[in-house]
């Protein structure tokens, strides 16, 4: 069984920074490839949104509210993703899910894996 785990979420000032980290692994077996990995976030009363993804050979996108703050990166080796967020804002208070799309493991292949998310807040 494959599993994502989020970490790194918590509180932060406004102007502050914070990394949010991921991890993709499996209780038994092997993670041979994962085609994207990203970020989405979910504010209270909203609907979950994306953030950021990048793909296997390291292309990445950006929304619109994210771009130029935030930086996605991955390492395939350790089937892991990070977020580096700064300048964050109260807007970008919210619970940041990570999420794995193709993941091949063995024989198998599991077409979109998400984490239970990480609460970030940002506040004075």
């Known amino acids: 069984q494959v599993r994502v785990v989020e970490s790194g979420g918590g509180l932060a000032q406004p102007g502050g920074s914070l990394e949010l980290s991921c991890v993709v692994f499996v209780l038994s077996g092997n993670i041979q490839y994962i085609n994207t990995m990203a970020w989405y976030r979910q504010a209270p009363g909203k609907e979950r949104e994306f953030v950021a993804d990048?793909?296997?050979?390291?292309?990445?996108s950006y929304a619109d509210s994210t771009k130029g703050r935030f930086t996605i990166s991955r390492d395939n080796i350790q089937h892991t993703t990070s977020l580096q967020m700064n300048s964050l804002t109260p807007d970008d208070t919210a619970t940041y899910y990570c999420?794995?799309?193709?993941?091949?493991?063995?024989?198998?292949?599991?077409?979109?894996?998400w984490g239970q998310g990480t609460l970030v807040t940002v506040s004075s």
């Open positions: 990048i793909t296997g050979d390291g292309r990445m």
């Open positions: 999420n794995a799309v193709s993941v091949v493991v063995g024989e198998g292949r599991y077409p979109e894996l």
